[in-house]
């Protein structure tokens, strides 16, 4: 081997000093993320009974928490929590079934700055993986939110959004300010739409994109309605000023972060009983409203009374549950202009 074939290899394959490796003799693939709870499925099962027995009460703490921050806005507070109990649970071809991602938008300019920071304090102290991406022109214009292929280290650089499972993002768009987005910052604002919407991020190859699978809690933080794809967007309507919540101590965080995941792993159904009155009511409401109730409304009611389902430590689905979770979409449609309350 000559000096040249021996620096080229080195350039390729950098010793241990420089770049670490980690050797795996075994493997197993966990199936949560929060070291409050046990990875054995028997054991996590008996101790989320434990934690779900006290749902309501996490509920209210969780809702009470976030209307603070939201200057006392309930319904925002709602839709939130249903956004941080939301999992993909399955993917049907170009279905993704579970995502929701939540678009908090109406935030008054000069409240933005305490929200967000009251937001992101809050959101870090209670789920288990949290990032946060201030979407201001420069970040967008020069960071790299996707992974690339670098040939001529013959290495896959990282992305911001190459992010875990679970994992809860803000994405603060009141950062974004006047400019021109560059192809690399127009580049990013689709990889990031692509992730909220379809939950997929495109690694980029040079000759060609491949895209994988993400499965993350996104909320969107904006004045106006925001530029991303998102699945829910409430229009921010509040009474107060922005507010510190209250402060918890460390077992009170610990009982609220534990009642996250294990509502997330509650194994949801709907009775046959409930199926029927379900299908009932969807034909009513398109004999009502012909022109604005579709196959895709009647679809974000039952993420809805899932996720609601799920947040009150629920398995089985009931119609007062039906019933709360369609009072909580015309809540939040009744904010929304005449044009855009069909369209989410």
């Not at 080229?8 to 950098?14: M, T, V």
């Not at 190459?162 to 400019?179: H, I, N, P, R």
């Not at 009982?255 to 509650?266: K, S």
């Not at 009072?327 to 044009?339: D, G, I």
Request: hydrophobic share 40%; proline share 5%.
């Amino acid at each position: 081997m000559d000096a040249d074939t021996a620096k080229e290899d080195a350039a390729h394959s950098p010793p241990p000093n420089i770049v670490p490796r980690l050797h795996c003799i075994g493997l197993r693939r966990l199936v949560h993320s929060n070291p409050l709870l046990p990875a054995d499925a028997d054991q996590l099962k008996t101790a989320s009974t434990e934690v779900l027995a006290n749902a309501s009460a996490c509920r209210d703490e969780l809702s009470q928490q976030f209307a603070a921050i939201f200057g006392g806005d309930q319904l925002a507070a709602e839709f939130l929590l249903l956004a941080l109990v939301s999992n993909v649970y399955a993917r049907l071809d170009a279905s993704i079934l579970g995502k929701f991602s939540l678009n908090i938008s109406g935030v008054v300019r000069d409240q933005s700055e305490a929200l967000v920071k009251q937001l992101s304090t809050a959101l870090s102290l209670i789920v288990p993986k949290f990032y946060k991406m201030p979407m201001s022109l420069g970040y967008l214009n020069k960071s790299t939110l996707r992974p690339k292929k670098d040939y001529s280290s013959n290495r896959l650089t990282s992305g911001q959004l190459q992010l875990s499972d679970s994992t809860t993002v803000l994405f603060d768009e009141t950062a974004l300010s006047e400019g021109q987005l560059s192809e690399v910052g127009v580049a990013n604002i689709v990889a990031i739409s692509s992730v909220l919407s379809q939950q997929k991020l495109s690694y980029d190859f040079q000759y060609q994109a491949i895209d994988f699978p993400t499965n993350v809690n996104g909320i969107v933080i904006s004045e106006g309605k925001s530029i991303l794809q998102v699945d829910c967007q409430v229009p921010l309507q509040t009474q107060n000023a922005v507010a510190a919540p209250n402060t918890l101590s460390d077992s009170q965080l610990n009982i609220l972060r534990t009642y996250l995941t294990a509502v997330q792993r509650i194994e949801y159904d709907l009775p046959p009983e409930v199926q029927k009155h379900l299908q009932d009511d969807f034909v009513a409401m398109r004999k009502d409203h012909p022109d604005t109730v579709t196959a895709e409304t009647f679809h974000h009611l039952l993420l809805l009374a899932r996720l609601l389902c799920i947040s009150r430590g629920q398995a089985l689905l009931d119609i007062t549950t039906w019933t709360s979770a369609k009072q909580l979409e015309a809540a939040r449609a009744a904010r929304l202009p005449a044009s855009s309350a069909s369209t989410r």
